[in-house]
């Protein structure tokens, strides 16, 4: 733990001039105040004050002020920013209402704690690991980004063909800084697509992570010239990017998830996994929460539809991947992308985890062979449901999942499903360049 009185004085000492303080809207969007850096101890005493009404799904305008609180445990220095002027630092913040003193019910950070309040209460420490991919994409003359691959390399490639190993290597360096300890990093299977992974830590210190990586990855990238995405399938007809999560349990110093049965899975872990399976669907809608990320959802491009579990295969929803250690047995949920607001996103993988081990759940058979190669009727006679096709789908299936909408609590639950409705109409009403190229001398 790091307290208020260290990060003043690593403040002083690092001749710190700006603090960014960070939050993120109900969407995953990244939001920042700016404050010089002599105000930090005030900004710790008595927190910051905003207009709530200007962020997505916050508060109403008759009830606009807002408070930010910043977490010492968040301080990093921002490694791009070295100047005469002094440096930045960052400091992310929990929000909170003003008129009642209480934490924000809107705000995503507290919405996790919650959920990591609930897996508490049953001795559990909540542990996560995720493995989130992006593009890196060219500009255009305008300095606009395009669809332009920065690189022509393939999975695990080396230069030639991955030409921006220096981008990806200034990116590890960059989060180095900032505290990461990253475990690896790799070409993916298209061109122009990387994947970073950092080690495994409790699950609030994870979502902070993704939310301080995609930033990361974003500036460095610009400073090459190069737009980073972490739109799920920017390109069609080949890979999209996923964030496949790795999670466990821990109680009293070891691994819950650890058992003696067939797949190293305690009865504790099948529970849990029985649970992210029963509640799929709904979950679908926060930890996919875009109309493009169920263009990535399809048979053939590695990306998993498909209700099921393996201990063997990629291709269903969660896997038991091989564990060297103890400690290190875990299962994998492959459905995440990284465009979903991380602190939903575990807090809902968590809830519904969760209630499968308080419903004592039983985990199915886990299906071995390959399953995009199984019929409907295969499917069918092994009970292997389908994820929502659509955000349309995926948002009615949410809307009538009381454990992940109450999870979510009642401020998030209305203003997500009302901004995901608002979207998918909004693509349903539109027409897009495939449908005129192949209709409009058609018919």
């Known amino acids: 733990m790091t307290t208020e009185e260290e990060v003043l ?21 990244v939001k920042n105040v700016s404050i010089p850096a002599d105000q930090a101890e005030k900004a710790f005493d008595e927190g910051i004050y905003f207009d709530g009404s200007s962020i997505n799904g916050f508060v109403r305008i008759q009830e606009s002020d807002m408070r930010l609180v910043p977490d010492p445990d968040t301080f990093a220095v921002l490694p791009w920013r070295d100047k005469e002027d002094g440096g930045a630092a960052r400091l992310i913040c929990d929000v ?6 209480e934490p924000f019910e809107g705000d995503p950070r507290y919405i996790l704690k919650q959920a990591i309040e609930g897996a508490e209460e049953h001795g559990y420490t909540v542990n996560m690991a995720p493995e989130p991919e992006f593009f890196l994409f060219k500009h255009d003359e305008d300095g606009y980004a395009t669809t332009e691959f920065a690189d022509h390399g ?4 080396l230069a030639p063909k991955d030409l921006r190993s220096d981008v990806r290597r200034e990116i590890i360096f960059t989060l180095e ?4 300890d990253i475990e690896a990093s790799h070409h993916e299977v298209a061109p122009g697509q990387y994947e970073i992974n950092f080690e495994y830590a409790d699950a609030l210190t994870t979502a902070d992570n993704v939310a301080t ?3 990361v990855v974003r500036a460095v990238a610009a400073q090459h010239d190069l737009h980073a995405t972490f739109m799920p399938k920017p390109v069609p007809r080949i890979n999209g990017s996923g964030m496949h999560t790795h999670m466990s349990l821990f109680k009293d110093g070891e691994n819950a998830f650890h058992g003696e049965g067939d797949f190293d899975l305690s009865e504790t872990a099948l529970s849990y996994l029985a649970g992210i399976l029963d509640h ?22 590695e990306a998993p539809v498909y209700v099921a579990w393996s201990d063997r295969n990629r291709s269903a929803l969660i896997r038991k991947p091989a564990a060297r250690t103890e400690a290190s047995t875990r299962i994998e949920a492959r459905f995440p992308d990284p465009s979903c607001n991380p602190y939903l996103g575990f807090a809902s993988l968590i809830n519904a985890g969760i209630d499968g081990v308080e419903r004592d759940l039983e985990a199915p058979d886990p299906i071995r062979e390959n399953i995009y190669e199984f019929d409907e009727e295969d499917r069918k006679e092994r009970g292997i449901d389908t994820l929502p096709k659509n955000l349309g789908d995926a948002v009615d299936a949410l809307e009538e999942d009381e454990v992940i909408l109450n999870g979510l609590g009642d401020h998030v639950s209305e203003k997500f499903v009302e901004a995901k409705n608002e979207e ?6 539109n027409v897009s360049e495939w449908e005129i190229d192949r209709y409009l001398e058609t018919y």
Do not use: C, H, W
Not at 96 to 101: D, E, H, P, R, V
Not at 154 to 157: A, K, S, V
Not at 287 to 299: G, H
């Open 154 to 157: 393939g999975y695990f490639d």
């Open 177 to 180: 800084d900032m505290g990461f």
């Open 213 to 215: 990586f995609r930033f």
């Open 96 to 101: 909170y209402n003003t008129s009642t003193g």
């Open 280 to 301: 799929a669907p709904a979950i679908t809608a926060v930890t996919n929460p875009t109309v493009n990320s169920y263009k990535r959802l399809v048979p053939g491009y």
């Open 424 to 429: 998918f109409t909004e693509y349903l009403v």
């Open 9 to 29: 004085d690593e403040i002083e000492e690092k001749d710190i001039s700006f603090l960014r303080l960070q939050f993120t809207d109900i969407l995953g969007v």
